[in-house]
T-cell receptor, first 109, second 115 residues
Framework: LAKTTQPISMDSYEGQEVNITCSHN???????ITWYQQFPSQGPRFIIQ???TKVTNEVASLFIPADRKSSTLSLPRVSLSDTAVYYC??????????FGAGTRLTVKP | KAGVTQTPRYLIKTRGQQVTLSCSPI?????VSWYQQTPGQGLQFLFE???????NKGNFPGRFSGRQFSNSRSEMNVSTLELGDSALYLC??????????????FGPGTRLLVL
C-alpha cells in the first residue's frame, strides 16, 4: 500500500472552497486513489475515487496530476456539516493497510 | 440496498474476558475487512476475509481472530481482553475484486470498552 502524507488539520469558513492535498510518491501503476470522510464515532464514508486527471461527483472533485504522486480533494462551498476527518487511501487492502491520521477539517461559521 | 450492519453497537467488558463482534456486509459483497480505531493509533487494518478464507492479516496478536460464513457475514473475536483493546471496531465490505478500485463501505462500528 502506498504511503500517504496529508496535513494533520485545516480550518475553513462556511461557503469557502477547501482543497486537501495528499502526497503518495510511491503509488503503483494500477493503484486507484480513494478519499473517505469520517465523523466522530462513525465509520468512514466514501467520497470520491480517481485514477488520473479529474473526477467530479455531487459532493467533491478530485484532481490528480499526470505523475499521480499527489492528489487534491476539493470541497466546494463547505458548510459546518463538512467538519470531519478526511482520509486519502491509495492501493488495495493488504497486510500493511493503514489509513493514516487523515486531515481534520474544521469549518467555522 | 441496506448498508453494512454491525452488532452490538456498544459493549463493555472486563480484562481477561473475550468478545465476539458481528458484521453483515452489503448484499452481494463477498469481501469483509475489519479495522481497529483508537485515538492514538488511528485506523489500523486487522484482517480481510473473502469466500470464507482469510486473505490478508494486519499486525495484531493472535488474540484477534475472525471468520467468515458462507453468506459472507463475518465475526471477529478478541480473547483475553486488555485495557488497550478499547476501541471502535469497524467492518467494511466490498465487491470481490482485488483491485484498489473496489470501494470499501464501512459499517457504523462497535464501540468496545474494556474495564
Amino acid at each position: 500500500l502506498a504511503k500517504t502524507t496529508q496535513p494533520i488539520s485545516m480550518d475553513s469558513y462556511e461557503g469557502q472552497e477547501v482543497n486537501i492535498t495528499c502526497s503518495h510518491n510511491n503509488i503503483a501503476t494500477n493503484d486507484y486513489i480513494t478519499w473517505y470522510q469520517q465523523f466522530p464515532s462513525q465509520g468512514p464514508r466514501f467520497i470520491i475515487q480517481g485514477y488520473k486527471t479529474k473526477v467530479t461527483n455531487e459532493v467533491a472533485s478530485l484532481f490528480i496530476p499526470a505523475d499521480r504522486k499527489s492528489s487534491t480533494l476539493s470541497l466546494p462551498r463547505v458548510s459546518l456539516s463538512d467538519t470531519a476527518v478526511y482520509y486519502c487511501l491509495v492501493g488495495e487492502v493488504n497486510n500493511d493497510m493503514r489509513f493514516g491520521a487523515g486531515t481534520r477539517l474544521t469549518v467555522k461559521p | 440496498k441496506a448498508g453494512v450492519t454491525q452488532t452490538p453497537r456498544y459493549l463493555i467488558k472486563t480484562r481477561g474476558q473475550q468478545v465476539t463482534l458481528s458484521c453483515s456486509p452489503i448484499s452481494g459483497h463477498r469481501s469483509v475487512s475489519w479495522y481497529q480505531q483508537t485515538p492514538g493509533q488511528g485506523l489500523q487494518f486487522l484482517f480481510e476475509y473473502f469466500s470464507e478464507t482469510q486473505r490478508n492479516k494486519g499486525n495484531f496478536p493472535g488474540r484477534f481472530s475472525g471468520r467468515q460464513f458462507s453468506n459472507s457475514r463475518s465475526e471477529m473475536n478478541v480473547s483475553t481482553l486488555e485495557l488497550g483493546d478499547s476501541a471502535l471496531y469497524l467492518c467494511a465490505s466490498s465487491l470481490p475484486g482485488t483491485s484498489s478500485r473496489e470501494t470499501q463501505y464501512f459499517g457504523p462500528g462497535t464501540r468496545l470498552l474494556v474495564l
